[in-house]
């Protein structure tokens, strides 16, 4: 209450000296007068916490304080201003007042001050007297040392506001260099977390109060640590350790931070730090609230500082790393531009140690600000030596892969090897986009067992081109970068069940070549921790690479198959030639019968009709599945004649099979009368019959494939039926060839389709699987002709049964086509054995002996079943099972004689 009284006499006095007196005289008289800040706002913006006596409900002692007579104390707005070094306004609250010769204005005997010369005057009397006293007698406040110590330890905040206010900095600048000094740590008992990398304790005094000249100096220091630093990693540990020192930390963590999957790893405080999140990083979490004080910093991108680290709820867990021994902390993001974040540097203290102050804050930001920029210009002198390093990666590739360009294959294989070593990843594989049937698919893979990939030609796989990481990639277009493959529900985990391989990380990228993608390259499991983004950017700039020479690649082979063609042109052309005009008018003059005899019978022989009149029979047969539309007969006639030149004279592949081929295939159209067959797949079967052995060389494709043939290197499947077929639309394209030219385009696109795939169905090959879908189909009880893809199953069996009609026939027709078929091969095993092979006993004619066991196994193996299946839905067709049955038995009893003859021989 006594200091309450004192303060509110102490402003009705200032107030009262206010009105009454001059102030432009007194500035006149006195200048130095106005220095002094406006007491009565002083008192009312007074700053500091009460007095020691008023505070902890202490009682006041007489001795600490003696009252000062006949003075006002008032503080001032110069802050260099100073009463012998002392300032006044410190004074002002370790006083008090007693105002004996004034009182207030309500007191009737009091003498006011009218005159500006006697406010000036006392003013002078007050300086002069408290500079007396400050000067001459060290007790004349009556405050002993003691008291301000105490009360200065109580609150040290008064202190930080006054020296922050009132001191300036020159004079705060003398105190520290004075304190340096005089005041040397000592080591033995200073913290050890204090004494990082050679950095005194007092740097953070420096860098906060010396002169810009001098901080310079100080930041010097700074990248004295940090420039031996490369990556960006170990320029943010030495920051993390700079700015620990700095601000006098007991301990620090640093935080690396992935924007982009926010999450954050613990960088282990170590030199040998090897990639960027590589294996000395662990993830601690993702960004967020709620969690701990790194993931808390990352998503608000501010600094923090905190005195209690435990029971804040913006950061339950604490420290990232947990320390039971860690009460403060001082945190600061790492930036890049406004808002990326990069990392967190993590700094704490420990409970027996005082909290970290606003000039340590202060002290860390800069060093972090200026830390910023270190990393920003060692990520920049990082990026041009893995620019330097790419271009020069990227000319050893194309040199590598443009001049050696040999096959699809072997660029495959370099692509492969040359991506492993650019992103150091364990396996690669290269996947290349059919567009046709929206498919991936592949020929190369890495085993993983030898240094680089080889050229092992394997059989191809195939799936959907929207099935799993790949066919993600190859769908979107984008690029996909998984640090955990069995965290990633797009990856298929039943590759590593079947390899025993297991997938940690995946790097897959689409490649496009004019802007359309050709494949997909996928790395798989880098050998040191994850694929980063730099990883990502330097094999984005490569798959361009990889597109460039997998179309060079691309038209190379065209470029080489088209030669290929071009050679196989040739020699067609030079064995055969269209019909002649006279040819076709000698054969549309010929008179048609109106119904030729049993050539709608199974037993009907094909062989037996003249090799003149099978053109003619051809046209009769042709005019059933023509009844409903237009055609020419002379296109017709001089298709038919042309089709009959480009069969060779060969023993068995000959103008006749392709007769009795399509006569086979139109007894059955016209026998079946409840099929359910278009007129324009029944006219695509029957053409693809009589086609479908044109040039036909009297060899089988193994043996194409074998002697390196021109057609082996254009077709590498179904060699000579794709030949087959491309002589057909050779033949068709000719002059006055076209049998459909009256058809729309698209019926026309549909009929060469039926004709394509009616034709590639005579590879024995291809029979196997066509029957097992079919007989699929057939037990499940799902067929139905309405679908389209059901009564393809059926076409492709009546193709392969009119290919193999000769094993139907009647006995005395079968058998002597047997021995033609059987001369066939028997050439084509001689030239095997000419050629150092060894052919199949089918193809040597020193086994003669085993043809009854041959055939037997032929029958029963192929022929029935392909028969049986066909009449299942073409019961009128049951008369090629049972031609087929007998055959079976006549061969039953030839080989059973010839096993008889064998052990009578070797008897003898």
Known sequence: MKAECKTAECRQFIKHISEKSDMCQLHQTHPSVLKMSNPLRQMNNRRLPPLPPNSHNRTPSPKKHRLVHSMVVTGKQNPNADVDGADVDGACFLCEFKLQNFTTPSDSSTTYLSTSAELTAITITIHANLKTDMKTEENSLNLQQETVFQYLDEFPECLDSYIHHHVCLERLQTWVRNKLQISKPDNKSCNTSQRHNGFHNHVSFEIQHCEPSKKGHLLQKVRKEISSQSNKADVLRKLSNCVAVATNADGWNFYLVNKETQVIYLYFQTDSFHLYFSERSFCIGKIGSKTTVPAHVALTCQPLRTEEI?????????????????KSALVFPVLQESSNIIGVIELYRYSENPGFTFEDEETGQCLTVWGCFAVFYAELYNSMNRQKGLTEFLLAVTKSIFQDIVSMDTVIVKIMNYAKKLVDADRASLFLLDTTTKELYARIFDTGFVGEIVEVPQKEIRFPMDKGVAGHVATTGTILNIPDAYCDDRFNREVDLQTGYTTKSLLCMPIYIRGSIIGVVQMVNKLNGVFTKSDEQSFETFAIYCGLALHHAKLYEKIHRSEQKYRVALEVLSYHSKSSDDETASLVNKHMPEVIEGISRYEFSPWAVTYEDKPLYVLYMFKEFLRDARFDMNVLARFTLTVRKNYRPVPYHNWDHAFSVANTMYTIIKTNHHHQFTPMEC???????????????????????????PLAAIYSTSTMEHHHFNQTVTILQNEGHNIFKYLSLDEYKQILGNIKQCILATDLAQFFGNKAALQKVADAGEFSWEKTDHRYLIMTILMTSSDLCAMSKPWDVQYPIVTTITDEFWRQGDEEKSRGLVPMPMMDRDKESELPQLEVGFLAGICLPCYELMARYLPESQPMVDGAKENLRRWKELASQNEEKEKTTGTK
């Open 310 to 326: 435990n029971g804040d709820e913006r950061f339950p867990l604490g420290l990232g790393v947990k320390n039971d021994r860690a």
């Open 683 to 709: 006219l695509s079967m029957f053409v693809a019959c009589l086609c479908h052995d044109l040039d036909h060389r009297g060899k089988t494709n193994a043996y194409m494939v074998k002697s390196a043939s």
